[in-house]
């Protein structure tokens, strides 16, 4: 019954910016860690941001200060605006959480960016 459910990706010019949003449901969201992460073809899936149930953030090196991870535990979702995008910041990108030793994941979402 866990869903994570990604929106938000799309087509975004070199500078750009996005928000992408992750609608949970089937568990009690607000006890839950929150992260994203991104994957490129070909590649190992990266964590790009981890949001605690208490609200605290961290970032891989390659977002900070531009990326921002945030929830709201009223609307079951977690979001992450992403600000000054570089072609590098391409991937699908997918919203995750952990729950009794088993990661859950959405479908994910593509984010391009082009030059």
């Known amino acids: 019954q866990v869903q994570l459910v990604e929106s938000g990706g799309g087509l975004v010019q070199a500078g750009g910016s996005l928000r992408l949003s992750c609608a949970a449901s089937?568990?009690?969201?607000?006890?839950?860690?929150m992260n994203w992460y991104r994957q490129v073809p070909g590649k190992q899936r990266e964590l790009v941001a981890a949001i605690t149930s208490g609200g605290s953030t961290t970032y891989a090196d390659s977002v900070k200060g531009r990326f921002t991870i945030s929830r709201d535990n009223a609307k079951n979702t977690v979001y992450l605006y992403m600000n000054s995008l570089k072609p590098e910041d391409t991937a699908v990108y997918y919203c995750?959480?952990?729950?009794?030793?088993?990661?859950?994941w959405g479908q994910g979402t593509q984010v391009t960016v082009s030059s």
């Open positions: 995750n959480f952990a729950f009794g030793g088993v990661r859950y």
């Open positions: 089937g568990f009690t969201f607000s006890s839950y860690a």
